[in-house]
């Protein structure tokens, strides 16, 4: 049957025993970045963000820095909402704005989005992966593109990948005053996090998750690729559902959703919504059945073999885009 395919066969696991030596031999969540080396795709993800500006601002004697992407034809009447993208572990924001593709719905629905670059790869999300003031740094962003650029401070909101989705949970708890409302993509929430998180309002919260991701484990548990080195521990999809939903006093049962399939590619998509909670806060949850550690609809970065499936089944920016657009600070 494999007759004359073999030492094809042969050359593809040795490419992905080299690929898994790279992952292992550099930070475990920093899976974009390897990728962009290992297969190219780096390039193109930058290329996206060529047109971006670029702003440095310095926050606790550290200097950071952002793009900031600003639609040409952005309404001249009223202010407008600003999205925050956080790239994952071992990343870059410049990886974002072709990972996501928010930059051509923001020309499309005409909003604001800033994709900021963490100090040293890691965002600050309670695990230890970084001592930087990123609270810090996040609400001073807010408030230099509030000055120049006409930035709704009732529609600011955060969104990310892996480590970015564990820190957006973080801006969800420690600066609930700024955040309206918060999308979480490949994770849940640190186990670190969840003792001292005490948002001071209720706020609506939106994860996507994959069955099949082999870094964050669905069912909770060590963050990481199995043989590689461990970065903490996440709770589970579930138990992070629970804990939005106890601090936004929903007591609803859930309403499911099977959402069709798009395309054949071994992923299915269900929903589970929550509503009825104070302040109008609703808790989402996208199950993806066979999905990775990945942006669905977004490049696979990295064969499946190591991260599991990108999904074609669930457009993530534009699902995580309707959610903000019925979400504001009250």
Same mark, same amino acid.
């Given at each position: 049957? /494999?007759?004359?395919? $073999?030492?094809?066969?042969?050359? !593809?696991?040795?490419?992905?025993?080299?690929?898994?030596?790279?992952?292992?031999?550099?930070?475990? +969540?920093?899976?974009?970045?390897?990728?962009?080396?290992? #297969?190219?795709? &780096?390039?193109?993800? &930058?290329?996206?963000? !060529?047109?971006?500006?670029?702003?440095?601002?310095?926050?606790?004697?550290?200097?950071?820095?952002?793009?900031?992407?600003?639609?040409?034809? +952005?309404?001249?009447?009223?202010?407008?909402?600003?999205?925050?993208? /956080?790239?994952?572990?071992?990343?870059?924001?410049?990886?974002?704005?072709?990972?996501?593709?928010?930059?051509?719905?923001?020309?499309?629905?005409?909003? #604001? $989005? !800033?994709?900021?670059? =963490?100090?040293?790869?890691?965002?600050?999300?309670?695990?230890?992966?970084?001592?930087?003031?990123?609270?810090?740094?996040?609400?001073?962003?807010?408030?230099?593109?509030?000055?120049? &650029?006409?930035?709704?401070?009732?529609?600011?909101?955060?969104?990310?990948?892996?480590?970015? =989705?564990?820190?957006?949970?973080?801006?969800?708890?420690?600066?609930?005053?700024?955040?309206? !409302?918060?999308?979480?993509?490949?994770?849940?929430?640190?186990?670190?996090?969840?003792?001292?998180?005490?948002?001071?309002?209720?706020? =609506? $919260?939106?994860?996507?998750?994959?069955?099949?991701?082999?870094?964050?484990?669905?069912?909770?548990?060590?963050?990481? /690729?199995?043989?590689?080195?461990?970065?903490?521990?996440?709770?589970?999809?579930?138990?992070?559902?629970?804990?939005? &939903?106890?601090?936004?006093?929903?007591?609803?049962?859930?309403?499911?959703?099977?959402?069709?399939?798009?395309?054949?590619?071994?992923?299915?998509?269900?929903?589970? *919504?929550?509503?009825?909670?104070?302040?109008?806060?609703? $808790?989402?949850?996208?199950?993806?059945?066979?999905?990775?550690?990945?942006?669905?609809?977004?490049?696979?970065?990295?064969?499946? #073999?190591?991260?599991?499936?990108? =999904?074609?089944? *669930?457009?993530?920016?534009?699902?995580?885009?309707? /959610?903000?657009?019925?979400?504001?600070?009250?």
């Amino acid at each position: 049957m /494999f007759r004359g395919s $073999v030492f094809d066969l042969e050359d !593809a696991m040795r490419k992905a025993a080299l690929i898994i030596a790279i992952i292992a031999a550099v930070p475990v +969540l920093g899976v974009v970045a390897v990728a962009g080396r290992a #297969l190219g795709v &780096r390039a193109s993800l &930058r290329q996206a963000a !060529a047109a971006d500006e670029k702003h440095s601002i310095v926050v606790g004697g550290l200097t950071h820095h952002y793009l900031l992407h600003v639609p040409t034809d +952005l309404p001249s009447k009223g202010p407008v909402p600003l999205v925050l993208i /956080f790239h994952g572990g071992g990343g870059n924001a410049w990886n974002m704005p072709g990972l996501t593709h928010f930059d051509e719905l923001a020309d499309d629905q005409g909003f #604001l $989005v !800033a994709y900021p670059d =963490s100090f040293n790869k890691n965002w600050n999300d309670t695990r230890g992966l970084s001592s930087a003031d990123d609270v810090g740094f996040i609400r001073a962003l807010i408030d230099e593109v509030s000055r120049s &650029r006409p930035v709704d401070p009732h529609r600011v909101y955060a969104t990310g990948i892996s480590n970015g =989705s564990f820190f957006s949970n973080r801006l969800a708890c420690d600066l609930t005053d700024k955040i309206a !409302a918060i999308a979480s993509v490949a994770a849940t929430m640190p186990e670190s996090l969840v003792p001292p998180c005490k948002p001071s309002r209720p706020i =609506s $919260v939106l994860y996507m998750h994959g069955t099949e991701d082999p870094l964050v484990p669905i069912g909770g548990g060590r963050i990481g /690729f199995r043989h590689g080195r461990a970065r903490g521990d996440n709770t589970s999809l579930a138990d992070a559902a629970k804990f939005w &939903r106890t601090q936004d006093r929903i007591s609803s049962p859930p309403v499911r959703t099977e959402l069709p399939d798009r395309v054949n590619d071994g992923t299915h998509v269900h929903r589970d *919504l929550w509503t009825g909670g104070a302040d109008d806060t609703e $808790v989402v949850v996208y199950t993806i059945e066979g999905g990775g550690h990945a942006w669905p609809s977004g490049p696979q970065y990295l064969p499946p #073999l190591i991260v599991g499936k990108a =999904s074609r089944n *669930l457009n993530a920016t534009r699902v995580i885009w309707e /959610f903000f657009q019925t979400q504001s600070l009250p």
